[in-house]
């Protein structure tokens, strides 16, 4: 653009001779106007590589001028300072310029010393030579690269998890689907694109996913995970169905298959019902021995006292209240001869604490073959009072013998059912 081609206003109309169907000629200032306008960058090269001219956008967006940039050797020196990098830009250049391309895009060095991203295209004119639009695309290309690594990162993600995506239309409609790595039987296969996704299901599953479809859309808000239930190959597979409204009247769909989750809920259910089993059970047993403790300490109370008001009554019909009466310890047990209630008389005879004797068999106080036999047959067994004179032994705490005389009553409930005994215990 150095005046040499112009284009000359010839003064004609818009008519030609007939006086219609042409356009009127515009003026050399009025091209000029448009190149010195234009909001791209503009770069006449002719054929030995001159720039013979660079209108102002082409210098408010590098900073360099004709003076700069006189040939194209230059440009490249200056826009690509790196020798590896120009070279390759270089490669480009002459392909664009021979068009080979018609488009390249290129990291330039500015003026100022930024780098900035620039688009160049080409165009043919006359004499041989080609005009050049450069574009700033620094913004393009960081939305684009930011673009890039959100796709990227949303793949990754998908990728991730073992679910299947669908990308939905407002009425089902199939648009897309993708499916991560760990997701296992893909319900959608990409092969059922374009049909609506509550017909490729049964009916009763279908009406409830359009149901959620329609809410996600009328409430543009997620809905509830929805579960079902679909048979494949003759094995029921469990799924769960999350819907959530996209851009543009799209909604997501993502599936998930929980079959295994669904087995391992239903062994712990299993697990858990067994366990109550046993609780209940172990209730049952507890309540069935605190009633039996509770008789028995009844009957013992009951027992102990009768026992009292008969010695009473008989010590004061025979005027020997207040005689001395032999040192007598008491044990009482429950029906398997289990130790439970140790009087103060028992603790001094046998050298152990009530603590120490509570909750132990009675058995290991007494030496001798008769004794247990005989309590265990006749007085636990058939509910008799019996009595042991002769040939029986106390074992005390510190391992000494004592000789003793036990005698031992019964303890039965209203049913006549022997639930104990209380064993009294003399120095022989």
């Not at 020798?83 to 500015?110: F, H, N, T, W």
């Not at 005009?131 to 393009?140: F, G, N, S």
């Not at 067994?274 to 009633?291: G, Q």
Request: with cysteine; net charge negative; charged share 30%.
């Amino acid at each position: 653009m150095t005046g040499n081609n112009t284009t000359r206003d010839t003064g004609r109309g818009a008519s030609g001779a007939d006086g219609a169907g042409e356009s009127p000629h515009l003026g050399e200032n009025v091209y000029i106007s448009i190149l010195r306008e234009a909001p791209d960058g503009l770069v006449l090269v002719d054929g030995m590589g001159g720039c013979r001219y660079l209108n102002p956008a082409f210098t408010r967006i590098t900073g360099y001028t004709r003076e700069d940039v006189p040939t194209l050797a230059l440009w490249f020196e200056r826009a690509h300072p790196n020798p590896a990098y120009r070279e390759k830009v270089q490669g480009m250049g002459e392909e664009l310029l021979q068009g080979d391309r018609s488009i390249m895009v290129a990291s330039v060095v500015c003026r100022d010393g930024k780098v900035r991203d620039f688009e160049f295209r080409r165009a043919s004119v006359e004499d041989g030579c080609v005009l050049l639009t450069i574009r700033d695309i620094t913004e393009q290309a960081l939305t684009e690269e930011r673009l890039r690594q959100a796709t990227s990162e949303l793949t990754a993600v998908i990728e991730a998890f073992p679910d299947l995506f669908i990308r939905l239309n407002a009425d089902g409609t199939i648009l897309d689907s993708r499916a991560g790595r760990q997701a296992e039987t893909p319900l959608v296969p990409r092969t059922l694109l374009g049909r609506r996704i509550q017909d490729l299901l049964p009916p009763v599953i279908g009406e409830e996913l359009l149901g959620a479809l329609q809410e996600a859309f009328r409430t543009n808000a997620p809905v509830a995970p929805l579960e079902f239930s679909h048979t494949e190959n003759g094995e029921a597979r469990h799924y769960e169905a999350r819907v959530l409204p996209l851009y543009e009247m799209h909604l997501m769909v993502i599936l998930r298959e929980i079959t295994e989750r669904k087995k391992a809920e239903q062994e712990l259910h299993r697990h858990r019902e067994h366990l109550e089993e046993l609780v209940a059970e172990r209730t049952a047993e507890l309540e069935r021995a605190n009633r039996q403790l509770e008789r028995l300490l009844y009957y013992i109370e009951m027992t102990e006292r009768k026992a009292a008001e008969e010695w009473l009554d008989l010590s004061v019909e025979q005027g020997t209240l207040g005689a001395a009466e032999p040192e007598e310890a008491r044990i009482t047990t429950d029906a398997d001869g289990t130790v439970i209630i140790v009087s103060r008389e028992a603790e001094h005879l046998t050298g152990y604490a009530g603590e120490e004797l509570n909750g132990r068999p009675v058995w290991p106080l007494f030496s001798g073959h008769d004794a247990r036999e005989l309590l265990t047959g006749e007085v636990l067994g058939r509910g008799r009072s019996a009595e042991c004179v002769e040939g029986t032994v106390l074992v005390r705490n510190d391992g000494s013998k004592q000789a003793v005389r036990i005698s031992a009553d019964p303890i039965v409930d209203a049913a006549g059912v022997v639930i104990g005994m209380v064993c009294t215990i003399r120095k022989a």
